[in-house]
């Protein structure tokens, strides 16, 4: 069968036809497996520190600035506390900062760009002039104004990152959602008389999803290293429980009498930036049944 | 409920006579200054055959659109579009909502970019089954296997779990009928249906919507450029160009004795190319493969 889809009928395919480089398909799925395992390490860690740590974080036994022993595999802090154990929270903590911001920019995002979609023509338009000046100011600034108003907190950096991302998914699901709707799907559908509540979950939502879950697991590791700068900046929480942000900042001034305690976390940051960002190329194909067949 | 009222006024419809199912009168659609279309009137009675003809740009699909409420943003409709009673002009919103699906529906050109890429074709049918006629569970499962059937798809089961990019074009249109047959209208309207279609598939197409739509008893509004295609299952047909309605009439008075001078031409050139056919009533000229 001569495939139709060349003679670029199909707009919302062919969009994503031509983002996908001409790459063969076991390169990606190699992505998908290393950004898994990267990723997984992080998530799995995270997860065992809900339940097991090696030490108390709050406990101060180790001796200042031990170098890594069996007792403790990452060294101590400058105050004695076991490194490994804040390595461990840390990741609980990155992974609640992608999450929960990712979920902030997901729900706003999507609920104002698909309004701005569906909406006319000059309610569009206000929210996409709105929409440009948020995206134009700067998540720092933004974080600082929540941490002045809330506190230095992990909520308020995922708040301010949460609020930040979401302007840049609304501004995507709203040209998504442009272009879903001005499909003939939506059209024929509507002759079938679903009414537009239903057109959205039925139709709109899963055309707008594919396109948005590579920004969505991208977001996730810009969340993570926008937490740890904020940390860095001293606008995230303070050890016992502290990002690998924040870690960062405390080893500073020791980096070079104990450089472990600066490297790990960054170390860290790295692997989970890396594996993220492997991931969401990854799965690209997955989301996306059209792409699935061999084509 | 839906089912209550369009059970009766299908009933209503027949016995009267008096209101028709589809009534255009004085129907033009503007984009801005400009007048697209000016001047159709159009009236479909309950079991009515009405075909639509015209060159491209004559109007025929705006006035398809006009018929459905759904004139895309800038277009405006005016002048007398009336479904089953309902306002298609001034009720685009939730009135339409209502006539759409149950009184008319429609099945367009390119079933390609009709159909959802991403919604299995079973859960496609089984939308419409629940809707208008209230299906759950193993019913609508059964429902969504005997819709695909009755448009002659081979191995409904398969069918129902595949992507339309999974299917051929031809497939994909069946399904797109059987989406629409599934609301159970009282007109359908078919936008060049086999326009897209290789000829081979075109035949069965037309032969799909003749019987369904006579087996039904529901009214039939078929739009081609193809007056092949149109005479061979409609009754009476309305000739359009340039956004006008020039002519209207029993499609046999059309064919042997056309009063406009472009209809002429149409018929003539239509049987021209039949000339060339070796077998008779087969719809336009071999193409090059599917579209």
């Known amino acids: 069968m001569s495939d139709p889809r060349i003679l670029g009928a199909d707009a919302g395919t062919a969009v994503r036809d031509a983002e996908r480089p001409a790459r063969p398909r076991g390169a990606r799925s190699l992505n998908l497996v290393v950004g898994g395992v990267l990723f997984g390490v992080i998530v799995l860690t995270a997860l065992v520190s809900l339940v097991y740590t090696p030490f108390d974080p709050a406990e101060t036994t180790g001796g200042r600035l031990s170098p890594p022993s069996a007792e403790h595999p990452a060294g101590t802090d400058v105050l004695g506390r076991d490194l490994l154990t804040f390595l461990m929270i840390g990741a609980r903590l990155a992974i609640a900062v992608g999450v929960g911001s990712v979920l902030i920019s997901a729900v ?57 991302g979401s302007a840049v998914v609304a501004r995507l699901t709203r040209i998504v959602g442009t272009r879903v709707l001005s499909e003939a799907y939506i059209t024929a559908s509507r002759t079938a008389g679903t009414i537009t509540a239903r057109m959205l979950v039925l139709h709109v939502l899963p055309n707008v999803w594919p396109t948005l879950v590579v920004p969505f697991a991208l977001q996730f590791g810009g969340a993570v290293v926008a937490e740890a700068s904020l940390s860095y900046l001293g606008l995230g929480s303070p050890p016992p429980n502290a990002s690998w942000g924040r870690l960062l900042q405390e080893a500073q001034s020791t980096v070079l009498v104990a450089p472990l305690g600066a490297v790990l976390p960054g170390v860290l940051l790295v692997v989970t930036i890396v594996g993220i960002n492997l991931l969401a190329d990854g799965l690209r194909d997955v989301v996306d049944p059209s792409s699935r067949s061999g084509r | 409920m ?16 008096g209101v028709p199912l589809v009534e255009v009168s004085g129907l033009r659609v503007h984009d801005g200054d400009r007048e697209l279309v000016s001047a159709v009137d159009l009236r479909v009675e309950p079991g009515d055959r009405v075909g639509i003809i015209g060159e491209s ?68 049918i089984a939308w419409p089954l629940s809707r208008h006629r209230g299906l759950r569970g193993r019913e609508l499962r059964t429902a969504v296997l005997d819709a695909l059937s009755d448009v002659r798809l081979p191995d409904p089961e398969r ?21 629409a047959l599934a609301c159970r209208p009282r007109v359908l309207l078919a936008d060049e249906p086999t326009t897209a279609l290789d000829v081979t598939v075109q035949a069965g197409i037309l032969d799909l919507l003749d019987t369904a739509v006579r087996d039904r008893g529901m009214a039939l509004v078929l739009i081609s450029h193809d007056l092949a295609v149109v005479s061979r299952i409609t009754d009476r047909v309305l000739v359009m160009r340039n956004g006008r309605g020039i002519e209207q009439g029993p499609v046999e008075r059309i064919l042997t004795a056309p009063a406009e001078a472009y209809t002429e031409q149409l018929v003539a050139s239509a049987r021209a190319l039949e000339a060339h056919l070796p077998a008779p009533r087969t719809g336009g000229t071999p193409g090059e493969g599917d579209a």
């Open chain 2, 159 to 179: 069918v129902a779990r595949s992507y339309i990019h999974e299917i051929s074009g031809g497939q994909r249109q069946r399904v797109a009928i059987a989406i």
């Open chain 2, 57 to 124: 740009g004559s109007g025929k699909s705006l006035t398809a659109l006009s018929m459905l409420g759904l004139l895309p943003h800038p277009l405006r409709a005016s002048g007398t579009v009336r479904v089953g009673g309902t306002d298609m002009v001034a009720g685009a919103g939730r009135a339409g909502d209502r006539v759409r699906g149950s009184t008319i529906t429609a099945v367009f050109q390119e079933p390609l970019t009709s159909l959802d890429p991403l919604m299995s074709v079973g859960r496609q």
């Open chain 2, 2 to 17: 839906s089912r209550a009222r369009d059970g009766a006024g299908r009933v209503q419809g027949r016995v009267q006579g």
């Open chain 1, 108 to 164: 706003l995002g999507v609920t104002i760009g698909l309004i701005a979609a569906f909406a006319s023509r000059w309610v569009d338009d206000a929210v996409s002039s709105l929409l440009d000046i948020a995206i134009a100011f700067p998540t720092v600034l933004l974080a600082m104004l929540i941490v002045a108003w809330r506190g230095a907190s992990l909520e308020s950096a995922i708040l301010a990152i949460g609020l930040a």
